[in-house]
Each structure stands twice: as C-alpha cells, then as structure tokens.
C-alpha cells in the first residue's frame, strides 16, 4: 500500500495530488513536501495454518529484513 502522511494523520487526497501531477515540474515538489511511503503487510495466519514456510512469505521477509 502506498501512503502519504501528512500532520500525523494518512491523507488519501495528497496522494492523489501527487500521482495527478505525474511527471511535470510541480511533482518534484509535491513530492518533497509529501513524500510517499510503501507500507507492506504480510498474512502470517490463515483459518489457523501457519503460511509463514511458504515461498511468498519467506521472499517478502528476506527483502524486507535482508535474510530468510
């Protein structure tokens, strides 16, 4: 999920400013203003199965934490 704080708080609509800008001078701006982050959930459980031995899972944590 990419998300854009702003005051402490997630604000949907500065994201949307900054992706209608696209490429143009303001966007550079608009992005050191309201920079954006990437906010990565994993599932660890599903209807009481452990997921975290599956190929998806081990991948995302060695990105994330750099080791399996």
């Not at 604000?11 to 143009?24: K, P, V």
């Not at 660890?44 to 990105?63: C, H, I, M, Q, Y």
Request: cysteine-free.
């Amino acid at each position: 999920m990419l998300v854009v704080w702003d005051g402490g708080r997630l604000a949907f609509e500065r994201l949307q400013q900054r992706l209608a800008r696209g490429r143009d001078v303001g966007a550079l701006a608009a992005a050191a203003t309201w920079p954006d982050h990437l906010v990565v959930f994993d599932v660890l459980r599903l209807k009481g199965a452990d997921l975290t031995s599956w190929p998806g899972f081990v991948v995302s944590n060695e990105l994330v934490h750099g080791r399996r």
